[in-house]
């Protein structure tokens, strides 16, 4: 039963406090993941290291570094891979001072005290202060693949299924090409439980001149070449190309600054592109995430249920997944796309968040009898400061779309060594529980010989739901719940009154 400790001391002498701090400081310690902004506030100490995780690598910095937000200088004392770019050659790279920029790390942790284990090391002994500090962030199971030549970040699995109502299948593309061994990691890393229901690879073998992408609803899609966006534009007719027209990391993103700063700011944003017409069926491909600042209004909004909360998680939990929906493409939370037809705007899906830990690359097929002449015009919208785009692009449908073949866990360990298999080979309702931070299961594959004359793309296909633990600063406000529930638009309101309220510390150079 998990045990929620404050920071006082509870009849301990001082030379006792010292004693078991000093024996327990390095079985006691765990990486907690933050938002990196809180840095440059002093929301969280510096007097911590620094894990900083990016697509290319992953470094640890000893404290005390410096700040430049966003940019951070200090000690190497471990790194994988090569992290932005960085390439330590050198025996004697440990050490070595070196700058990164944090707004582009993937996840950002500091190594501090993790109350869990100090509980269990500390049984019969009294315990003295020990710090709980738990960000906002919401998330989902932390993805790391290792092909063999180390382990890497790739994504969250099934983002944005926050309760049980809502579970859903999600195709995570790793970076995977050939055949062999394949590792894989799941990990918690932030304060909810995980539950999952099924987990196994989808490898897809296609032609060398087309590519394999994954649908928002679990599905794959084989495509030819990308073709640019001829002109995009903001949903303000500002020129946006520059942003949107190639994978850069060069995003169109919301200005919260200056929109929190309008009198009556804008409760939806986006935009639009305009594309040369392409032979076939088209896809409409969207490189994106979902923002650390979505994240945020969406652990303030859990706050504003107070000690209600529990009881109203275990209601989302129950509640028709239609309702819980309907809700989230009214706010914005998931983003919606449309493409013009006929003179009228006409759906083609709607995009769930995808995690702050990376981007993701989406398709949206058109409808099947699409016919339209002339030039392609898409749009897509969601809440104020939830959604930052990286590329747009159109392909077509190719000719041949081959099944994908399925690959099932060699093995799947739990941290105590038992075996985690039963509970993931079928999507049965028997879940595979992370309940705490730290915990993680790890997998092994063995993905097929890959054909001649032949392109793979493997996606890691998952499905389950998580629930978030009671906020650690509840505000309970039931103003605003049911502001909630009764006002369109309400969502992204709360998180620009939010950023007001606090604009002073939240804003930065990187301000998400």
């Given at each position: 039963m998990r045990t929620r400790l404050h920071a006082t001391l509870i009849g301990l002498g001082h030379a006792c406090l010292v004693l078991a701090l000093v024996l327990g400081q390095l079985a006691c310690h765990s990486w907690y993941p933050i938002h990196p902004e809180d840095l440059q506030t002093g929301r969280q100490d510096r007097d911590h290291n620094l894990e900083l995780t990016y697509s290319?690598?992953?470094v640890v910095l000893l404290e005390p570094y410096a700040m430049d937000y966003p940019k951070v200088t200090g000690r190497v004392v471990e790194v994988t891979g090569t992290p932005m770019g960085w390439d330590p050659q050198q025996p004697g790279h440990l050490w070595q001072s070196v700058s990164f920029d944090l707004e582009k790390a993937q996840v950002v942790r500091l190594w501090k005290i993790n109350p869990w284990k100090a509980v269990a090391l500390s049984a019969g002994i009294p315990v003295g202060i020990v710090m709980i500090l738990i960000a906002t962030k919401q998330s989902c199971p932390f993805i790391y693949v290792d092909e063999g030549s180390g382990e890497r970040l790739v994504g969250e699995g099934y983002p944005s299924a926050i309760c049980r109502s809502i579970q859903r299948e999600d195709l995570?593309?790793?970076p995977v090409r050939g055949g062999g061994d394949l590792k894989l990691r799941l990990a918690n890393l932030v304060d909810e439980t995980q539950y999952t229901d099924?987990?196994?690879?989808?490898?897809?073998?296609?032609?060398?001149?087309?590519?394999?992408?994954?649908?928002?609803?679990?599905?794959?899609?084989?495509?030819?070449?990308?073709?640019?966006?001829?002109?995009?534009?903001d949903l303000e007719g500002q020129d946006c190309l520059a942003q949107v027209e190639a994978v850069d990391q060069v995003v169109w993103k919301t200005d919260l600054q200056r929109v929190?700063?309008?009198?009556?700011?804008?409760l939806r944003e986006g935009l639009s592109a305009t594309f040369a017409p392409i032979p076939g069926r088209p896809v409409l491909e969207v490189?994106?995430?979902?923002?650390?600042?979505?994240?945020?209004?969406?652990?303030?909004?859990?706050?504003?249920?107070?000690?209600?909360?529990?009881?109203?998680?275990?209601?989302?939990?129950?509640?028709?997944?239609?309702?819980?929906?309907?809700?989230?493409?009214?706010?914005?939370?998931?983003?919606r796309a449309e493409v013009r037809?006929?003179?009228?705007?006409?759906?083609?899906?709607?995009l769930y968040p995808s995690g702050a830990a990376g981007y993701r690359r989406i398709a949206l097929p058109f409808p099947a009898d699409w016919q339209e002449a002339g030039p392609i015009q898409v749009r897509l919208s969601g809440g104020t400061g939830f959604w930052w785009v990286d590329a747009l692009a159109l392909s077509a449908l190719?000719?041949?779309?081959?099944?994908?073949?399925?690959?099932?866990?060699?093995s799947a360990k739990g941290q105590d060594g038992s075996d985690q298999r039963p509970l993931l080979e079928a999507a049965d309702g028997r879940y595979q529980i992370l309940s705490q931070p730290g915990e993680e299961v790890d997998l092994r594959f063995k993905l097929p010989p890959l054909p001649e004359a032949q392109e793979r793309t493997v996606f890691l296909r998952i499905q389950g739901y998580y629930n978030p633990h009671a906020p650690a600063m509840p505000r309970k406000s039931l103003l605003t719940l049911f502001r909630m529930q009764t006002q369109e638009g309400a969502f992204a309101r709360f998180g620009l009154d939010y950023y007001r309220e606090h604009r002073d510390v939240l804003h930065s150079p990187g301000a998400p």
């Open positions: 290319d690598g992953r995570l593309q790793l099924r987990l196994d690879l989808l490898s897809v073998d296609h032609a060398r001149d087309t590519r394999a992408l994954a649908t928002m609803n679990a599905q794959v899609v084989v495509v030819g070449p990308p073709q640019a966006p001829l002109a995009a534009r929190a700063l309008q009198a009556k700011p804008p490189q994106l995430r979902s923002t650390r600042w979505l994240e945020t209004v969406t652990g303030r909004y859990f706050a504003a249920m107070g000690e209600d909360f529990p009881a109203l998680l275990e209601r989302m939990n129950t509640t028709d997944a239609k309702d819980i929906q309907a809700w989230r493409h009214q706010e914005g939370i998931d983003l037809q006929g003179g009228r705007w006409r759906p083609l899906g709607y190719a000719p041949d779309q081959p099944a994908g073949q399925r690959v099932a866990i060699l």
